[in-house]
């Protein structure tokens, strides 16, 4: 992590970006999206300082260390999980393992959320798709 602390104006700034889901003076969290996105547009060629300017973010504030760390993590994490390993786990994983039985009910749930969540990668990846088939279609 940067040693570099956010002031409260930068912080206010970082927020109105749609890809920042959390700030604190020390660190931002990404959206799951931007993330893939990152991964979409570096594998393209584009480098991570040129990602995030055109997806809003303020190099002088974020700094480019923070930027190309950012990236080289997410980078390795997208070839050892795929899409899932660019996925915040913060939210679902308390570090302490789920030792109760779940009922047919709860194992139901947690199906149809996986099923949803899918569903709407999949709708992600058409619509990564069918942009990348207009631009080379325009190319020509």
Known sequence: M??????????????????????SNKGITYTDEF???????????KFPRQVFEEHGFDIDIIG??????????????????????LQDTRKVKSGRPNEKELSIEEKYERLKAQNNLLKAEVELLKKIDMAERRLGKKKK
């Open 2 to 23: 940067s040693t570099r602390l956010f002031s409260g104006k930068e912080i206010k700034e970082l927020y109105k970006n749609p890809y920042v889901t959390a700030v």
């Open 35 to 45: 993330k893939r996105i990152f991964i979409t547009e570096n594998e393209k060629g």
């Open 64 to 85: 480019i260390n923070r930027v190309e760390s950012s990236g080289k993590r997410w980078r390795a994490a997208y070839r050892k999980n795929g899409i899932a390993g």
